[in-house]
């Protein structure tokens, strides 16, 4: 028995390189499958930059969108994963001077209205508590090495399991556990040093 969708749909075991020849001919399901095979690790490169998990998710929509649009450019198939960081660098660097444009331009008097609305937010100092203890842990990881960096954030805080992260990074499972039980050692460390 086969399986309509099978036939002519891109595979799992397509090299990336294929992956992007096909895109580039146009093929929406080939692009569709390196989005899922980068997905996580576009969004933990945004996410250590923006600090903002839903900013983070705009700028991986903004970031794949643009690739899609410029797919034609890359060269060479197996250089899309630093070609996805670049475009995410520019995504965020657009993004943020515009947000300061707004800043610039926006009124800062509230709107009758929304003096209305009741504010179902936790306290402030809950929430400043909170973000300042979730800016102090980003900082921390900020400062680690990339080697350890990019495993704390895919496993921790995109929620991505050890198989996703190893084909991510080109590393077996054991490396990983390494670096991983490395990394969060030197981040318990440094929280504990500051």
């Known amino acids: ?3 309509s969708f099978m036939n002519g749909s891109p595979g799992v075991n397509e090299t990336d390189d ?9 093929d929406r399901q080939a692009f569709e499958e390196l989005v899922r095979r980068t ?25 794949f969108l643009i690739a899609w649009r410029s797919v034609r450019q890359l060269r060479d198939g197996s250089g899309l994963r630093p070609w996805l960081f670049s475009i995410a660098h520019s995504v965020v660097v657009d993004a943020t001077r515009r947000r300061l444009r707004k800043k610039r331009m ?43 960096r990019l495993p704390l954030t895919l ?6 399991d050890y198989e996703t992260i190893g084909q991510q990074l080109g590393l077996t499972n054991g490396s990983l556990r390494g670096l991983l039980s ?7 460390e440094a929280l504990k040093d500051e």
């Open 1 to 3: 028995m086969t399986f």
């Open 18 to 26: 294929a992956l992007v020849r096909k895109s580039q001919t146009g």
């Open 39 to 63: 997905a996580r690790l576009v969004f933990s490169r945004l996410y250590l930059e923006v600090g903002d998990v839903h900013r983070a998710e705009d700028l991986v929509q903004e970031t």
């Open 106 to 148: 926006a009124d800062y008097e509230p709107h009758e209205a929304m003096e209305s609305v009741p504010d179902r937010a936790e306290p402030p100092e809950e929430s400043a508590q909170r973000e300042e203890e979730r800016q102090r842990v980003l900082t921390v990881l900020r400062s680690l090495p990339e080697e350890y």
């Open 155 to 160: 496993r921790y805080i995109a929620g991505a």
């Open 182 to 188: 490395r990394g969060m050692a030197r981040l318990r």
